[in-house]
């Protein structure tokens, strides 16, 4: 079911994942989600499947997707309501992590640019393509 969306959870798109990959299985999920949310594919409130319906999904065990949900929760990513599920959080304080989170990434990522050479008219088209590629889908 990977790659597909789940009925019943708006818009949410199983993850492809892949088990021989280098990067952990939560670590893939919860990247995958965090990526949804950015393309503006999971809106804030949207609901993200049960842990055991997404890791029947995967085939994978529970604990993994719920060492993910706990990464989006701790992230500000998602809430999580006893009887109610993890939905995407809909919280200011979401979007202040959000941003304090890309304000990082963006600093780390500039300062890689700028010791290789690159200029900021370049940074600022690599941003650009980066941007539409994942607007694109």
């Not at 597909?4 to 989600?33: H, M, N, W």
């Amino acid at each position: 079911m990977a790659g597909k969306k789940r009925p019943g959870t708006e818009t949410f798109i199983v993850p492809d994942i892949d088990p021989l990959g280098d990067k952990a299985l939560f670590l893939q999920i919860r990247d995958s989600i965090v990526h949804q949310v950015a393309a503006g594919n999971l809106a804030p409130g949207s609901r993200l499947p049960s842990v055991r319906m997404l890791a029947d999904d995967l085939r994978i065990n529970p604990a993994t997707v719920k060492k993910a949900y706990n990464m989006l929760v701790d992230d500000g990513v998602a809430v999580t309501r006893d009887r109610s599920g993890t939905r995407i959080a809909v919280t200011a304080t979401a979007k202040d992590t959000a941003e304090k989170d890309l304000a990082r990434a963006v600093t780390e990522a500039v300062a890689f640019a700028r010791a290789r050479g690159l200029t900021t008219a370049k940074i600022t088209s690599v941003v650009k393509k980066q941007l539409d590629a994942i607007a694109a889908g």
